[in-house]
């Protein structure tokens, strides 16, 4: 279908401005020649009305579908109503507002207004005070500090995300994982057929230690031809203070034993992630029914460990006298 170029989204004039403010009120009349009065209070009237305009493109650049802001390229309907690019694509090309066909017609006006904006982080809820070009801040939030972690639990598939206390709870109260206070751990994990890797990811355990929340993973699976067995422990928190803590973890039986040290991942790298890069004790079938004694046909892994938090001098070099 062809589309009369007056459609097309060019960039404004004041007289414009006031013309598009009558037809269309959700554009706010922004020129110059408004934010004036005549009594010297021009100054809280520049304040009030550049809030005001700031609400309103905020909520013109707020994408009707899904409710995010938009970015380029932002697409509109022949009555001028937009929506992003990747709503675009699930509308079966009508327009959600007036049902209108749309076309590859590009809100260029819009887009231009955006660049001219800063805006906190959305994660200002969290603690980030961060203010960022409108087109900056979509790549500062997905790596903000701030931004909410995604559930640790590897036994489903779980779209929870929240801060540490909020997930602490969700993992206690939802997934029913076990809890623990402490730095040293001792755990026994068994199981009836050791050649069976489905479904073979252990129940989660948390343990609280230094103020802080670890996860350790104890899991089976399929390396080339064999089973594998895996654990691992993941840092409730950013990578950053992940690095101030260092685990060992032991496995054995019949005067052998392995052990791993090394540091918790954080959180903010998926359980997958860290399974396939083997950051962790991996033990092989035969090692562990050999540690599991008896006819070889039950599985039974004792796994001890230990947290502990690295000690550094002012200078940030390691305390070699730390135990």
Known sequence: MEVDSNNQCVPLTEEDEIDLHR?????PPVSKSHSK?????????????????????????????????????????????????????????RCPTCRQELGDIRCLALEKLAESLEL?????????????????????????????????????????VGDIPFLVAHLRNDHKVDMHSGSTFNHR???SNPREVENATWMLTVFHCFGQYFCLHV???????????????????DETEARNYSYSLEVGGYDRKLIWEGTPRS???????????????????????FFSGGDRKELK????????????????MPNLSAT
């Not at 892994?301 to 940030?316: A, C, D, M, S, Y």
């Open 120 to 160: 906190p982080c959305k994660y200002n809820y969290l603690g980030c005070l961060e203010i960022f070009p409108y087109y900056s801040k979509l790549k500062h939030e997905s790596l903000c500090n701030f931004r909410p972690y995604n559930c640790p639990y590897a036994g489903s598939e779980c779209s929870i």
């Open 23 to 27: 037809r269309h009120p959700q554009f």
């Open 37 to 93: 009065t005549n009594n010297g209070s021009s100054n809280s009237s520049n304040t009030l009305t550049s809030a005001i305009h700031t609400s309103s493109v905020h909520e013109l650049l707020e994408c009707p579908v899904c409710a995010n802001f938009m970015y380029p390229p932002i697409h509109q309907c022949q009555n001028g109503h937009t929506l992003c690019s990747i709503c675009k694509t699930m509308v079966h090309n």
């Open 189 to 191: 994990y068994v199981k």
């Open 219 to 237: 899991e089976a699976f399929q390396l080339e031809m064999a089973p594998v067995y895996m654990a691992f422990l993941r840092f409730m928190g």
């Open 267 to 289: 959180i903010r790298d998926s359980h997958r992630k860290v399974r396939d890069s083997f950051d962790g004790l991996i033990i092989q079938r035969n090692m562990a029914l």
């Open 301 to 316: 892994l004792r796994v001890t460990g230990r947290i502990w938090k690295e000690q550094h001098n002012p200078e940030g």
